[in-house]
């Protein structure tokens, strides 16, 4: 949103159409991948049953088939089944700590414990889910059973993995689909019994009849206790041998027993379905962990049945014959193997599972934090430093708001969050508040705004870069070296040892940073509070200008109506925050931020009070930073050197439980107010257009937001200080304390808690090394203009280090050889930048003197800032120091040349000297080619000057010079090449605003201090030639104040309408048309004068205009007031030109024709030199209204033209 669409009061200047003048050079490391395996760390253990336990840590872990990660892969179990007699369990626990965690398709884990640990599960495909079920039986049924040997009992049921979710969301958000799959197993049927066989039966009987003729019958009845089943008999004579023969019956073996069932197996039990725990209440709705069944329980099986009959015997029989026959002969009986009997198998009843159905269990947790996990704030911070070193400020507060959100409050409650851990919270709750705190003030990773230049000139950083590189590189060999191979418990103990000396060292240096912090934080919460009462005083001052102004307009209602408007705008800038442009990052506009308070009925005391809760919370986090400043000092001075904390952990938790919460929300509250500085500035350009009224208390408020801004900015600043110096202590204490904690344990491999701390210390070293090569690369850019690809990843430096330290004698005492070896590959970023240099540098850089005159009479307006406020902005482009035909323009050196006093003010005593200073802006404008460049230093150079009353006339002004102690800092920053480097410090461009001060070294009484009436500086400005084909068009906004959209062709770089004053360079002889609307808010438009094509008119009167770029060229617009207060009207240009010409009386046209002559500028041409073809520094409008410095040769007068100095030629 660029304006307010609709409001009864006032629209917000609308700015969209207007063309940015400027952009900037962002040369950055490319833009990293949160799903690179670079940020994904595995670590696993395998149990004595051959099962694995995995922890996996990163940033966005994607689970998917075929992904570059493997993570599928690994952790997959393709089998459509297992075996019961030998079941296998690949992975028996997983853990997932990431930002991000999405799953394409089904993922199968059967039987493993799943704990997640994200911020963020998302469900990649339709059908995604996650499956710890255990895998199905290969064979439904176990072995039946084979002869005697029982059917086999069925395997019990596995039970389902776990599935532990502990996240902050999910998406999709309205998810209906089934997402987690936990099912117990069901238990194996087990094998078949077989019924016993049956006994064998006999035939049986219990007597027979017998006889035999001889020639008589004799016949016989012979009867059986026990049934027979065999027998023999024969007929014998009594007195004489002899018989009949011997006969058989039935089977001469008894009948069999039945056998036996055999029992069949017992059912496997039913599988417990998995625990599922989350957090995400949804989730519960769309998970399945029924129960296994238990395997189906057998029939019974009965015993084989008795052979028959139950009772036998075999018998031999004896019959013995009467020769007259008999019907009962005799007979013998006797039992051969007599009372046999038979009996039944026994049955096998089957029997049922012990457990016929198994247990579930789900949870859902509502306990704020339960996602975050220590492991994951390691990466997540890792990918977030490299996110921001590659300047993405933009997407820092999607990663990282839910994380400052929630370390703002308590650890949670669980076996998680111990002493050590809790550590990170605290700590990772700091570096999030430092990181969003940099993005929204729009700064990049090193703190440093859009266009960033050195406090180094080129040649200086350079020499810093070679300097650093090797206190660098030895931290990162030894992080390289500890993953390189497997180690010896010797070997992992002396790495720890050197890692630890590291980590001390570390806890020293931020132990330096926050010792400083303390005094700064103090000086600039005191300029903010001293700023309290001047938003009130100004509050109270628009209140009164209200009022003034309503009693003037008295019954204009539309006047009465603008006003309002105008006081409801002016009471909004009050409370916002303005930016300058180009920035990295989106700012807000100003209709976002102040929309609902200009359409309300705010006051501006409301506007103040809501700036008073900023300062507030600004005010919090700088106490927060005193406290924890005091009690980090008291903290290092509790142990020394290699000793474990111990108890004093939790001291340091505390520290920065409330540090990192408080710039949070110092940081978001300045953010929020943050908008465009031209935003601003067109709607204070807007007020002045409706009454002059606004002109002083517009500039007040243009100082106050500027005073503001830069204390609220200053205090984040040093608290930042304290915040870095607190990570730097925290995070080194909790790597010491891994470390010695694996060194007591004596173990070979690194823990994850070490690997993490290893990891974190490889990343500062490369972001250290990347920091010089980054001051280097800025160097480059804001000398050349040019981007510059360096290898930013420094792949050959990497692969160098792995050869290295596959060589067996690596060791820590060894290591700043090896360091040696390196640096030839470091340096060859710099080797490219040298042959760039060669290629790109304009060695036919000349330097042009160029003055400012401050007089009185042609510039009252600074003058009159100077004596009144001691101070004064200089734009050295309307002082005609930017010349056309140049690029690359910077200021080198600057002479106070004229200094004098008002002869008619107080004198200046003899024993009271004035120093007079010019600070240069942080930021500037860089042209090359058709480009403009914002550049933005933090350390800009200034130059002071003395002026001594008691020294002789023309030996007055005496010029600074940089103390020994700067002296001394630059030769230990540059170290022993600081004697070739001739300019150690970057200059500023010409195109920056100059800030002028003076200051009297003795206090005066009010009405008697001494006013500076003449103040001239000489300026030695270094540039090179511009394209000789390119032409720049200067168009230019006079007259009374107003925000004017000005219609502009496009031009070479793309910009194309601009507001009130802007530069566009064009190729010569382009057609350009320039148009303005009639009015612009209270101002009116009422000509055009353009000098450097004699084809166009000065004082050309209609609001457009087209004309060939022929030269240089020079476009003014000219504006007066639209309405006037006393209700008097203005008159056209083009009406006083027909009284001019037409009015009857003479003196009445004599006057006029003064008039217009006054009015309608007459091209003087200022120039730098007295020479028709040197370089054009303005216009002037006449002799008269000009002061004349010095007669020249043949017509050319040295003039100060409203401070510009330079040369006219007049025709005589």
Not at 959 to 984: C, H, T, Y
Request: glycine share 8%; aromatic share 6%; with cysteine.
């Amino acid at each position: 949103m660029n304006k307010l669409e609709s409001t009864s009061t006032r629209q917000i200047v609308d700015l969209a159409n207007i063309s940015p003048q400027r952009t900037f050079l962002a040369s950055y490391p490319a833009k990293p991948d949160p799903q690179s395996s670079f940020y994904i760390t595995k670590h696993h253990t395998q149990n004595a049953d051959g099962s694995e336990n995995h922890i996996i840590s990163g940033v966005h872990l994607v689970l998917k088939k075929g992904h570059e990660n493997g993570l599928w892969e690994l952790l997959e179990d393709s089998r459509k089944s297992q075996d019961a007699r030998n079941p296998k369990l690949k992975i028996r626990s997983l853990e997932i700590q990431c930002d991000t965690l999405e799953v394409h398709g089904q993922l199968k884990i059967p039987e493993t414990n799943l704990t997640v640990y994200a911020r963020k599960l998302v469900w990649g495909t339709a059908k995604a889910s996650i499956n710890s079920s255990p895998l199905p039986w290969a064979v439904k049924k176990a072995q039946n059973a084979a002869g005697q040997q029982k059917g086999e009992n069925g395997a019990h049921g596995r039970h389902a993995g776990n599935i532990h979710l502990f996240i902050g969301k999910s998406e999709p958000a309205d998810d209906q689909e089934q997402r987690l799959l936990a099912c117990g197993g069901n238990g194996q049927d087990p094998g078949a019994g077989a019924d016993g066989k049956d006994g064998e039966s006999r035939q049986s009987r219990d007597g027979f009849e017998a006889a035999v003729k001889t020639p008589a019958i004799s016949k016989a009845q012979v009867s059986f206790d026990t049934p027979a089943i065999y027998y023999t008999y024969g007929w014998y004579w009594s007195f004489i041998k002899g018989t009949s023969g011997t006969h058989t019956w039935g089977t001469d073996s008894f009948p069999t027993d039945g056998t036996d069932a055999v029992a069949p197996g017992k059912p496997g039990n039913a599988g417990n379905g998995g625990e599922i725990i989350t957090t995400d209440k949804k989730l519960m709705d769309h998970s399945d962990n029924s129960p296994g069944k238990a395997g189906q329980k057998e029939r019974d099986y009965r015993g084989g049945t008795a052979g028959r009959p139950l009772k036998s015997a075999k018998y031999a029989v004896k019959l013995y014959m009467d020769a007259f026959g008999t019907d009962n002969a005799g007979k013998d009986v006797a039992k051969l193997e007599g009372n046999h009997t038979t009996k039944s198998g026994t049955g096998a009843k089957a029997l049922p599972a012990d457990i016929i159905k198994g247990k579930s269990q789900s949870k859902h947790l509502d306990q704020a934090g339960l996602w975050i996990h220590p492991l994951q704030l390691q990466k997540v911070l890792e990918y977030a430093r490299d996110l921001h070193l590659a300047g993405a400020v933009d997407d820092l507060p999607t990663l990282l708001a839910d994380y400052e959100h929630t370390l703002s409050g308590e650890v949670p409650k669980s076996d998680l969050w111990n002493d050590n851990s809790a550590m990170q919270w605290a700590r990772a709750a700091s570096d999030i508040a430092l990181i969003l705190q940099r993005s929204r003030q729009h700064l990049d990773y090193y703190s440093h705004g859009a266009g960033f230049t050195p406090f180094l000139s080129l040649h200086g950083t350079v020499k810093l870069f070679e300097q650093e590189a090797e206190r660098a590189l030895h931290i990162l060999l030894l992080t390289n070296w500890i993953n390189v191979k497997a180690r010896s418990v010797k070997e992992m103990s002396d790495i720890l040892t050197e890692g630890i000396k590291n980590l001390n060292q570390n806890i020293d240096k931020g132990v330096e940073q926050i010792a400083t912090a303390k005094e700064k934080i103090t000086t600039h919460e005191n300029v903010l509070e001293s700023l309290r009462p001047q938003l009130e005083n100004l509050a109270v001052e628009l209140s009164d200008l209200e009022n003034k102004l309503m009693d003037k307009a008295r019954n204009d209602l539309e006047i009465k109506a603008m006003i309002t408007a105008g006081i409801k705008m002016a009471s909004a800038i009050l409370k916002v925050i303005p930016v300058g442009q180009p920035a990295l990052g989106a700012v807000g506009s100003l209709g976002e931020v102040a929309g609902d308070f200009i359409m309300g009925n705010n006051t501006a005391a409301d506007a103040v009070s809501e700036m008073g809760g900023v300062f507030d919370k600004a005010s919090k986090a700088s106490k927060e930073a005193l406290e924890a400043q005091k009690k980090l000092m008291e903290f290092k001075s509790k142990f020394p050197d290699e000793e474990v904390p111990g108890s004093d952990k939790k001291m340091l938790r505390k520290i920065g439980s409330n540090l990192g919460p408080a710039l949070s929300k110092a940081s978001e509250a300045i953010g929020a107010l943050q908008v465009p500085e031209s935003e601003v500035e067109a709607e204070l350009k807007r007020l002045e257009s409706e009454s002059e009224e606004w002109n002083e208390l517009t500039n007040k408020i243009r100082v106050l937001n500027e005073r503001k801004t830069k204390a609220l900015l200053n205090l984040l600043i040093a608290i930042e200080e304290v915040s870095e110096g607190y990570a730097k202590i925290s995070s080194s204490t909790i790597a010491i304390v891994n470390f010695q904690k694996q060194k007591t344990e004596g173990l070979d491999k690194l823990n994850p808690e070490a690997v993490g701390c290893i990891n974190e210390m490889e990343q500062e070293a490369r972001h250290t090394l990347i920091y010089y090569l980054y001051l280097m690369v800025k160097a480059y850019e804001t000398t050349i203009l040019s981007p510059i690809d360096v290898n930013w990843k420094m792949s050959e430096l990497t692969t160098a280090i792995q050869k290295l330290l596959q060589k067996s004698d690596v060791n820590p005492g060894r290591l700043k050889d090896q360091v040696h070896d390196l640096m030839p590959l470091y340096k060859n970023n710099i080797n490219k930048i040298r042959t760039r240099l060669l290629n790109e540098f304009n060695f036919s850089e000349r330097s042009n003197k160029l003055q400012i005159g401050l007089d009185a009479d042609e510039t009252p307006g600074p003058i009159k800032q100077l004596n009144h406020y001691g101070e004064t902005y200089l734009d050295p482009v309307s002082f005609g120091l930017l010349l056309t035909d140049q690029q690359l323009a910077r200021i080198s050196d600057v002479n106070l040349i004229k200094v004098e006093f008002d002869p008619e003010g107080p004198p200046l005593p003899e024993n009271s000297n004035v120093v007079i200073s010019l600070q240069p802006d942080k930021e500037g404008t860089l042209r090359k080619s058709e480009k403009l460049y914002a550049v933005y230093s933090d350390q800009p150079i200034s130059w002071s000057w003395t002026y001594i009353p008691s020294k002789k006339e023309g030996q007055e002004i005496e010029k600074s010079q940089p103390s020994r102690g700067a002296e001394d800092m630059f030769n230990f920053i540059l170290g022993d090449q600081a004697g070739k480097v001739r300019q150690k410090m970057a200059y500023p461009p010409v195109w920056s605003r100059l800030k002028l001060k003076i200051n009297f070294t003795k206090n005066f009484a009010s009405g008697k201090r001494p006013r500076i009436r003449k103040l001239y500086l000489l300026f030695d400005c270094d540039s090179s030639l511009a394209p000789e084909n390119q032409y720049v068009l200067k168009v230019e906004k006079l007259g009374v104040p107003a925000a004017v959209e000005v219609k502009c062709t496009k031009d070479l770089a793309g910009r194309a309408n601009g507001l009130n004053n802007f530069y566009r360079i064009f190729i010569k002889n382009t057609q350009v048309s320039l148009s303005v609307p009639s009015n612009s808010d209270g101002a009116a438009f009422q000509s055009w004068t353009v000098f450097g094509n004699e084809n166009v008119d000065s004082g050309h009167e209609k609001t457009s205009l087209k004309f060939s770029l022929s030269n240089h060229m020079i476009a003014q617009s000219h504006w007066d007031y639209m309405h006037q207060s006393t209700g008097t009207e203005v008159i056209s240009r083009k009406a006083l030109r027909k009284i001019a010409e037409n009015h009857p009386e003479k003196d009445v046209r004599k006057s006029v024709q003064g008039l217009l002559a006054k009015i309608i500028p007459a091209d003087l041409v200022i120039r730098l030199k007295p020479d028709q073809d040197a370089a054009v520094l303005g216009l002037a409008t006449s002799l008269d209204n000009t002061t004349i410095l010095e007669e020249g040769k043949d017509g050319w007068k040295q003039v100060n033209h409203n401070g510009i100095v330079g040369w006219v030629h007049v025709n005589q």
